[in-house]
């Protein structure tokens, strides 16, 4: 008998990893397969902390014989993806006028194409489980697109589409898909942001201060919960109050 597990993918990142422990700390049951491509410092050391708990996937999104191998070593090791959340991606801002067809694909291809493959690839297991949840994390470029973010507003808006059209192909089979959109949340994404161009975001904010990753981990917490089953296609705001 199988048992279940979680899959985060781009865990080493300030969003995943937070994730990762928010689900080990809080779930004392569970297993969790941290999905890095490279730079695995931050998961090497949750893999170590719960030892037996968790551990590393090699795993390049935007690559399908990735996927493939990864979802082998799960069903080698004797446990199903039950709970898989697209985290991984990237942005490269720049004004369309400029933006290489490299930057445009390559944006698209992380956050939109990756999320993809990741649910294509577990939808099977979780089907034969007869539940499952896929969390797919977007942004509030999604839906409120700045300037300079063309490639990142359309693909993330196309991860929010892509998951009320999902929910609705998988409702009957006991999975749910849903989106959260993270506002400002204090990760190293925010480390090229300037200390006056902060203080006037933080200013603009009901709640005047930028989200920790941790409030964006319970919400993923929660939404891949038993206690969320009835709560699919939706898209959840975690920016503060700013739309």
């Known amino acids: 008998m199988s048992s279940h597990a979680i899959l985060i993918t781009g ?9 990762a422990r928010y689900f080990l700390e809080n779930d004392p049951s569970c297993y969790v397969y941290l999905g890095v491509r490279s ?9 170590a902390t719960f030892p037996g708990r968790a551990s590393i996937l090699k795993l390049d999104v935007v ?13 080698t090791e004797g446990r199903v993806i039950t709970v898989l959340v697209n985290n991984a991606g990237h942005h ?3 004004l369309l006028a400029n933006m290489s067809l490299e930057s445009w694909s390559s944006v698209i291809d992380s956050n939109l194409n990756s999320t993809f493959l990741g649910s294509r690839a577990v939808l099977r297991g979780m089907m034969g489980e007869r539940f499952g949840r896929i969390i797919n994390i977007s942004s509030l470029s999604a839906l409120l697109a700045p300037l300079g973010q063309t490639n990142y507003a359309a693909a993330k808006a196309g991860v929010v589409a892509m998951t009320q059209s999902l929910a609705k192909e998988v409702a009957r089979m006991g999975i749910t ?3 959260i959109c993270p506002g400002y949340i204090e990760t190293s994404a925010l480390d090229e942001m300037d200390a006056e161009k ?12 930028f989200g920790q990753p941790h409030e964006v ?4 917490f929660f939404l891949a919960s038993k206690d969320a089953g009835y709560i699919t296609g939706t898209t959840v705001k975690v920016d503060g109050g700013i739309l």
């Open 11 to 19: 865990a080493n990142g300030g969003i995943g990893s937070a994730t």
């Open 39 to 47: 730079g695995c410092d931050k998961a090497q050391t949750i893999a």
């Open 63 to 75: 690559c399908q014989t990735d996927w493939d191998a990864a979802l082998t070593t799960v069903e």
């Open 92 to 94: 490269d801002d720049q």
């Open 177 to 179: 898909a849903n989106a």
């Open 198 to 209: 902060k203080k006037e975001q933080k200013r603009a904010m009901p709640m005047r201060r």
């Open 217 to 220: 981990a319970a919400t993923v």
